[in-house]
């Protein structure tokens, strides 16, 4: 088969097409024929030696695809040959097939296509582990979201407004603002010529922050929280150091937490799955959400892929098809 593989750290330009053997299920595991894999920033901060797989993980990029069953380990037993599927992979995701734990499977959902459905894995499953799990966002209350036209911002938004809470989210200019307004955003603040925090406190402030830029909005996500009001990291892309006043921490009663999914056991990733399938499935056969796809490539274009997703031009998630 063919995949995307890498000999060393370095810029897009060190992700190569290859021949590779193709994998055969073991226990419990699935191989799936791969019709196409996300991209995005975990894939990116790997391929420059910033994210390295956790033990046991393959080593090949790639967090999520969609696809059919093509083959089945030992003791599968929920999911047949040729099923739709998608899938949270532990890597190796950029490849015609690849091999993924029964449990991070997926039926296909309704009202997008199979194509379309390698955008949600990686992304829904951060957004609702973070969001909806360890936040517990409620319907009612607001949340802020920066990086509105990214792809977790995207979902982010969707998912928030299908749950009946209120969404302020964040971006560089005024096009992406226009563009998360469109996504369904009771509010886009330009964070290159105004101050998010003092806009968003004027309109109420907000319970729950998703944040993915870090150091330089630390100060401000802790301005704009109500009392009991939760922080969720999960990325850092405007640094991973910060001072920080934990005053407003104390007299808040704020709750500050941070996650990555790879890391996790298998067993909660495949609960997170149930979950997800269960909830944000209905979202979707709905028409209350629907992942946003900016562009496609094909498989051995990945470099080009990652150039864009680095560029920042993008709105939306950008897929690989073999």
């Known amino acids: 088969m063919r995949a995307i593989i890498f000999d060393q750290p370095g810029d897009a330009d060190v992700l190569k097409c290859q021949e590779v053997p193709t994998p055969v299920p073991g226990e419990n595991q699935v191989l799936i024929k791969v019709l196409a894999a996300g991209v995005n920033r975990p894939d990116v901060l790997q391929r420059v030696g910033l994210y390295p797989p956790p033990p046991g993980a393959n080593p090949g990029l790639g967090l999520e695809v969609s696809g059919h069953v093509h083959a089945r380990g030992p003791g599968v037993e929920r999911w047949a040959i040729g099923d739709a599927v998608c899938a949270l992979t532990h890597g190796g995701g950029y490849a015609e097939f690849v091999l993924v734990d029964a449990g991070s499977v997926m039926i296909a959902p309704k009202g997008i296509s199979l194509r379309d459905a390698a955008a949600l894995p990686e992304t829904v499953l951060t957004v609702w582990q973070n969001v909806f799990v360890k936040a517990g966002l409620r319907p009612g209350e607001t949340l802020l979201v920066h990086g509105a036209t990214s792809g977790i911002g995207s979902t982010a938004i969707q998912m928030a407004k299908a749950h009946g809470a209120r969404v302020i989210a964040t971006a560089r200019n005024d096009d992406k603002c226009a563009f998360g307004k469109a996504l369904g955003a009771d509010m886009v603040i330009n964070t290159q010529k105004q101050d998010f925090a003092a806009i968003a406190r004027e309109a109420g402030g907000v319970d729950v922050?998703?944040?993915?830029?870090?150091?330089?909005?630390?100060?401000?996500?802790?301005?704009?929280?109500?009392?009991?009001?939760?922080?969720?990291?999960?990325?850092?892309?405007?640094?991973?150091?910060?001072?920080?006043?934990?005053?407003?921490?104390?007299?808040?009663?704020?709750?500050?937490?941070?996650?990555?999914?790879?890391?996790?056991?298998?067993?909660?990733?495949?609960?997170?799955?149930?979950?997800?399938?269960?909830?944000?499935?209905?979202w979707l056969a709905a028409g209350k959400f629907a992942p946003v796809i900016d562009r496609t490539f094909a498989l051995c274009e990945a470099a080009k892929a990652h150039a864009c997703l680095e560029s920042g031009v993008h709105k939306g998630k950008l897929l690989l098809i073999p």
């Open 209 to 282: 922050v998703l944040d993915m830029v870090g150091g330089e909005f630390l100060d401000g996500n802790i301005a704009v929280l109500n009392s009991g009001g939760r922080l969720a990291l999960i990325a850092f892309l405007g640094g991973y150091e910060a001072k920080i006043n934990l005053i407003p921490v104390l007299q808040k009663h704020l709750h500050i937490m941070g996650s990555t999914l790879r890391p996790l056991d298998l067993s909660a990733k495949a609960k997170l799955c149930r979950e997800v399938e269960k909830h944000v499935w209905a």
